[in-house]
């Protein structure tokens, strides 16, 4: 049985790394899947946050942001509610958790990578996208740091993707679009590493408690997923720049 | 080999459910798991958030907070910063979709139950201890609605409780207190109804991605710890209330 | 005629000072007055605000907090609303420039002692309670500094308590629960020290302006129910920790 | 032996009313006292805060503020940083209350009166000059009302002022300047009704706690300073309008 | 003399108009003028602010942000700072005033128009970028809104479009890059219809202040790159959707 | 065809200039134009925002307010709103700006001279008003730098001051009063040195475009008015001290 867009169960949306979607950042990548499509930066400052100052060692943190029309309602401006909504915090916090699960800080020197994720298109799994996407910005950035010399050992222990994983009417699903998600009633998001380990599990039971089957199911499409998101990662590292850098 | 407080690998810090802690909420709990200590109260509102209004269908939803000095230093208030931490937001929107996930929102009617979570103390496990804490709120104030007959049926689905595990030293480890939970390599959260499922999980690798196997063990741990806490709740329920309500 | 409770008009309600509430800080009493009862910390920090910095002087400031159910309905939290109310500010002022009356800042030395007062069930008389209690676990964090041998004398001037009086039904009563609070035609809180001198006095008339024969019985009383707060006060110093603190 | 500016101890400074100050409001009085000088006004709008809704009766409240340089040094603007300072919140509460003492709530009808207190000048009692002249800006609005018929009868029950009274060098004196307030061992703001009556004593030991007697000397000041500053209310209550209102 | 990216004086950017650059708005253009970028949404929304509510007539309101790294240096996110720049305030004003002039708000009946516009890449001119990018995507919505008919004439009158100008090292420049913007003497913002009349105009002497021959210089030159871009909006309005929305 | 007031469409309101309204800041003037008037005080601080730290060079700055009830109907302050609104900080940004274009910031030394102007009341043109009154209490604060010996040079390059033109009922008006401004077709603000150059233009049209000939009786208009109100100036600084700054 298919799903409501051709797909089968175990398969993923199609997916789109830009490289070099904008000129000024360190690394910029444009990263679609299916619909959802995010802007992923990876900008280098010489500086740290407190908590570092002194003691060698750098950072790596991410911001989540939503264009308010991304999505079939618009989203009034979280600068203009004067607040983050808990949804973003707990998305960047992720994002940033993430990265950083495979980066050698202290190799990185006292200085800090940002990671922003601003999300133009909303199809469900943003948060998995921009983690994706977000890891081949953060490796350009590395390459910058690396061709100017400023750090003589590549920091990165490994590759690192995300996807989402969910329960449908009963079926276990990869890479959940946002008509299924919205209707899951399981809803997890996992992320690996390149060893084929997990960085982070956040499953939650929208509707109804899952049993421990039913969570080897997940990992397995997860794995799976993975595997390929990995895949189209080392290709884009191959070629050239998108669209609107050629400009 | 022992643990830092001669606990086994497998074994709950010492759990304490005092009922009617206070006397003015609906429900009214302290939670003492070894030095981390929260009140929980339930409060029952005869209104629901915009977006349920006319629905016929009700709420439940939690905030969580610690006393400033809860913790070895002393911590700003948030009000007094005038914003949520994301290490807030997020751990009061777990406890509030936790609970939901055992409520039947419809028998509930158009009413909210909000449950409080007060850290007074904390070592290690403040989300968990408040899930388990919650919970025992809420059946109290569910029981004063079905009392009163504001209700007529039980609107509350299965029991729940929540504990952590993570691995420490490379050891896999149940409940963890701050002291493990600092040097942590993994860090797992784990929601599981009275049915034996789940509810969330939320597992991070803090330094260490971890495997499959590893996995298996933290939610055995879980899975023990969980039905001890379940225990606890249900000899809870048939006692009277604590020191502080009997002035 | 007796009060609602019982009470005569010169009574106060039971007081029951706790000390070592919690286990954390330098100081840690639940106080009891009636059904009002706040917890109340005193933290010592070794740094003090920058208008302090250099003089060699220390600080002692307060914050205070009410639980959302700490009353009978509940009230948004104020980290939630993201600012403070006026009420709040006014009482922590208050409470902050009460036990500075009786701190010589430059015996302090030039650290911080936060005093914490949050109120976990309020029945009237809630920024009185605090000051008394407040100034028990003072106590409690000087001697800490004594016995660590961070300071060598002891800064502490002279004790202190507060109390509320009013006039409720054309009669001055000590000691207001929120029930006769919220009808009193005036209301007064007073804070004295063990010399038996005033350090504030505020008096509002709610309803009907008050002369001067009638301050001189509301003080009598106040001084009246000071007194007696201060041999519980000297009481509490002489016995041990708390129901909480045994675990 | 005079004080610094030549005054005797029971000496109020140069006070000046000047009703009509700025054109719009329905009440406008500048009020100096010595070098203070207070923008009261009066605002009349048809509507009342949600918790007097379908009452029938009115509110009365005030709102405070310094111009930025109306001190010897510049203090930011409180809409820069985003929020009142506990001073500021502390000081409208108090003249609000005040005036609301003084007016008959149910026979203002469905309204509120709105004191806005802006200080261009400040050498201390701001608040006590607040008070004072918002009184006659109260008046001026009540008069407005009745004169176009909006309500029958007037509203005000009795006239009031206040002033500030303390103790420097061990002396006290009536109505202290900023060069007094800065240095006074007690600070106590007085606020009486034409009756003779109180309906605010806030009286604060700065450095030294005091007695009884002492008490006793600061209120007999008091009464004696606001006696003559309700002459002057009366007086300003026959008079034109001032020098801006000409143009 | 040519401008450092080869430019003559009188010479715009080049400018591209992407229609339907995302899939979800009403109307979604991404203009790119040299190496600026904005993406300009348009929303429509069947509601209007309160103060147009039952007019029977519309609203068309802008919002206008950067990207972090859309500059040089990456920029903390307004929403992180929990408030809205003078600046950002002053262009989404700009933007919002000038559609607006070209719009019957009647003739649009009880719905707002939003046009988002949010900024990828700046190398200056990027306010101007967003009115004429902006207009593009309103065209879209309303035609949006007449195929639905949900409105019945075009409730667009005059076409619209934006320039800057400036003098730089003494010599009037069309549509400054960043790199003449920063050092500009004089900058100045021109907003015109098709008709050729102004709509807005804005311009500072940041350095050197400018006669009236100077002006009616800059004047010419904006009203030449005005044309030209209307041209290019017209272009656009008969070509299909960009690379993005082809997925 | 006169105006509504009387005036000639080429007249300006009445002007009156009062150096030394407030005694305390280094300038400070009422400026009434017509009924708007508006507190100018200047502000001498001896540091530098960070940007201009250790450059050797000063800063000129301002902010604008309005009393709640300087309109016809009350505005609730800005600080009680917890922020400023857009039409603020562009008028206090204009402010600023055009202040410092005449100024020479390195003669100033690495000080900051604050322009604070509150407008009292308001009948239109607040913004050129404040424009036009804080440049004389500019000059007054650099007298008194001068004087003082704090520096050796006049850091002011030339004389400034602002005017508003508009089109109302298809007739260009000078110095538009509320009544005017409130419909006029076209709004302009035009600020000029003493050479008679431009400093800043800012033209609006709300309702109806402007052509260019349009615009040059707009600037003759605004010209006229200016040079009048630099006389004013002038006049001005050879008198003394205003009605309250005499007590």
New interface residues.
């Given amino acids: 049985m298919k799903r409501f867009d051709g797909r089968e169960a175990f398969e993923l949306r199609?997916v789109?790394l830009t490289r070099g979607f904008?000129?000024?950042?360190e690394g910029?990548v444009l990263i679609?899947v299916?619909?959802t499509?995010v802007?992923c930066?990876a900008?280098v400052?010489e500086k740290v946050p407190l908590f570092k100052k002194g003691t060698g060692s750098g950072w790596v943190t991410a911001?989540y942001?939503m264009?308010?029309?991304?999505?079939?309602t618009?989203n009034p401006?979280?600068?203009?509610k004067?607040?983050?909504?808990?949804?973003?915090?707990?998305i960047?916090?992720l994002i940033g958790?993430a990265l950083r699960?495979v980066v050698d800080l202290k190799k990185l020197g006292e200085r800090t990578i940002?990671l922003?994720c601003?999300v133009?298109?909303a199809d469900g799994g943003t948060r998995t996208a921009s983690i994706t996407g977000a890891y081949v910005a953060l490796v350009d950035a590395v390459n910058h740091l690396l061709a100017k010399g400023l750090i003589k050992e590549n920091p990165i222990l490994?590759s690192l993707a995300a996807v989402s994983v969910g329960k449908v009417d009963g079926m276990a699903l990869l890479d959940l679009a946002y008509e299924e998600d919205s209707k899951a009633e399981v809803d997890?998001n996992v992320v690996?590493?390149g060893?084929?380990?997990?960085?982070?599990?956040?499953?939650?039971?929208?509707?109804i408690?899952?049993?421990?089957e039913e969570?080897d199911q997940f990992?397995e499409l997860a794995e799976k997923g993975i595997q390929e998101l990995m895949g189209m990662q080392k290709a884009a590292a191959q070629v050239g720049t998108g669209?609107?850098s050629q400009?």
Same sequence: chains 1, 2, 3, 4, 5, 6.
């Fill in positions: 199609p789109k904008t000129n000024i950042p910029s679609e299916g619909q499509r802007i930066t900008t400052e911001e942001s264009l308010p029309r991304a999505t079939q618009r401006r979280e600068s203009s004067g607040k983050l909504t808990g949804r973003t915090m707990e960047q916090r958790r699960s940002w922003d601003d133009i298109q490994d997890m690996m590493t060893q084929g380990k997990f960085v982070e599990i956040q499953g939650t039971a929208e509707d408690p899952f049993g421990r969570l990992l669209p609107l400009n």
